[in-house]
């Protein structure tokens, strides 16, 4: 009788432990939740995939217009713009879809979340992994641009898989957080649009940071976002310089926001789903 | 023997903090905060809840609405953590609460087989070998490869109600016993539950049916303002609530 399955409220759950541990014994579940996000988006055919291409690349084309050919700026050295705008494009939609997917569907997961026991954390989770396979997928017109620019991916491009390895984690810890917000206040929604924008903006997406004076300069590499960013365009493409400094803020938020977004998350749940 | 013992609740309160006027923006919440209008109440759920369930018992809860008795059904769920007492639950758990909760639209009927046996707890190896014989059952085979939005909503239910009972759990928890889709199935639905009810698990039932909780239940749950007002004996327990609904 020892694998019968023995639910005993007191014993507490360990924080970070405990919920990693509960994402690995249903990882199962995991990849069907997975495959569940990218059925729905790309309703499986290939003009599906293509189309949801299409607000990232169509987003790049206006930015590039409007920065390229309007402003007329220039990236030091003469570098290609459209690679450095594109991946810039590309990390963000990463971010921001992975966290507002990742919210959203625990906050909406009450249906299953008040009815049957599954840990929440796999919702977030599934939903950064859905996020960064688009991104993946995003990286092939991300190469032919590199191509067509006469840049080629580095020797250094399978480090690519630690950018998004972070990015990953980084989300699914500031997914949870952003739930709690979500099942709280209604009209959290609207104000995050607002941050995310304005995090876009401090984001060196389509302007280098050799441009920013030294305070404003200051404030954006304190962003953890810009880290990630000069990390993906050293180690892929799109022409930026990386310090050690900035791979050790990379992975210092992602393991930081991975821990905190699960441990306030175990503490605040057994309040929240009483709301759902 | 206690293995027989399938749920262990002991002293089981709920209680949460809620806010009086059940805020829920950030501009009401900035608002009454600065205008200190904002204030909370203790309110509890459950109040010092005791019962035990052995295997092959089914244990009916019956109440006005708002007694307690679905959030009693989510502590032995696992689903809310009581706030104080224990709750212990030996073996797999099936509820059959809102059936389908979990169900996409945009996936086919046996990819929502898929996910929600494996949301259920069962898993994804399991659910593979079974989705033909759930299929079968709920009458749906021929719909297996179509998005169950162009389903109705008779056989969505269908579809739930086959995936949800497809297993023998070591607890049954329900709430209302259904019955769901057209009339054959009705039948059909209803005759699998008492089956599963009689199956040898245990069961905790919460229903406003009282000949079935006379005629099915071995021990009955008077639950009031989440205090559990008399136990033991259904014929006894279902007087005493209507003597009370009566007066």
């Keep these: 009788m020892s694998d019968v399955k023995v639910y005993d409220s007191d014993v507490k759950l360990v924080p970070v432990i405990s919920q990693m541990r509960a994402i690995w014994e249903n990882r199962g579940l995991l990849s069907l939740l997975v495959r569940r996000d990218l059925t729905v988006r790309y309703k499986r055919s290939i003009i599906g995939i293509w189309w949801s291409l299409l607000n990232p690349l169509f987003t790049t084309a206006v930015m590039y217009y409007v920065f390229n050919t309007v402003f007329k700026s220039r990236l030091p050295g003469g570098a290609p713009f459209l690679p450095y705008l594109l991946s810039g494009v590309l990390l963000m939609a990463f971010f921001n879809q992975g966290l507002t997917m990742g919210a959203d569907s625990v906050a909406t997961g009450a249906g299953v979340l008040t009815k049957v026991y599954v840990r929440p954390e796999i919702f977030a989770a599934s939903s950064a992994i859905s996020s960064a396979i688009n991104f993946l997928i995003g990286m092939i017109p991300m190469t032919a641009v590199l191509l067509i620019a006469k840049e080629r991916p580095g020797f250094a491009s399978p480090l690519v898989l630690v950018v998004i390895l972070c990015m990953t984690l980084f989300v699914t810890g500031l997914a949870l957080l952003l739930s709690i917000a979500y099942i709280n206040f209604d009209d959290s929604r609207s104000l995050i649009t607002i941050f995310l924008m304005a995090l876009q903006y401090m984001t060196p997406v389509f302007y280098p940071i050799s441009v920013l004076g030294p305070h404003t300069k200051r404030v954006i590499m304190l962003n953890p976002l810009t880290s990630y960013l000069d990390v993906f365009r050293s180690v892929y493409g799109g022409g930026a310089v990386v310090t050690w400094h900035e791979w050790a803020m990379m992975i210092a938020s992602a393991i930081c926001a991975f821990v905190v977004g699960f441990w306030v998350f175990i503490r605040k749940w057994p309040g929240l789903v009483s709301k759902l | ?247």
């Design chain 2, 1 to 247: 023997m206690s293995e027989q013992k399938i749920v262990d609740v002991s002293n089981v309160s709920m209680s949460y903090r809620r806010t009086r006027h059940r805020v829920s923006s950030l501009k009401q919440t900035a608002i009454d905060t600065i205008n200190r209008r904002l204030s909370y109440e203790q309110f509890f759920a459950l109040r010092d809840v005791s019962f035990e369930i052995n295997r092959g018992e089914t244990v009916a809860v019956i109440g006005r609405n708002g007694a307690g008795k679905s959030t009693l059904l989510k502590v032995v769920a696992r689903v809310l953590p009581p706030t104080s007492g224990r709750v212990i639950v030996r073996g797999d758990v099936a509820p059959m609460i809102e059936l389908g909760a979990g169900f996409n639209p945009e996936l086919t009927g046996a990819e929502n087989i898929m996910l929600y046996g494996t949301l259920l707890g069962r898993t994804p190896q399991q659910m593979q070998n079974r989705i033909e014989a759930i299929a079968d059952w709920a009458g749906l085979s021929e719909h297996m490869d179509i998005p169950i939005r162009a389903y109705s909503s008779g056989m969505t239910a269908r579809l739930a109600f086959a995936t949800a009972t497809d297993t023998t759990p070591d607890l049954l928890l329900i709430d209302e016993i259904l019955s769901v889709g057209d009339e054959d199935f009705k039948d059909k639905s209803k005759a699998r539950t008492i089956e599963m009810m009689n199956s040898g698990c245990a069961v905790l039932l919460v229903t406003h049916d009282l000949t079935a909780v006379t005629s099915m239940s071995s021990r009955a749950i008077y639950l009031e303002n989440g205090s559990s007002k008399s136990t033991g004996k259904p014929e006894d327990v279902v007087a005493s609530y209507l003597d009370d609904v009566h007066h």
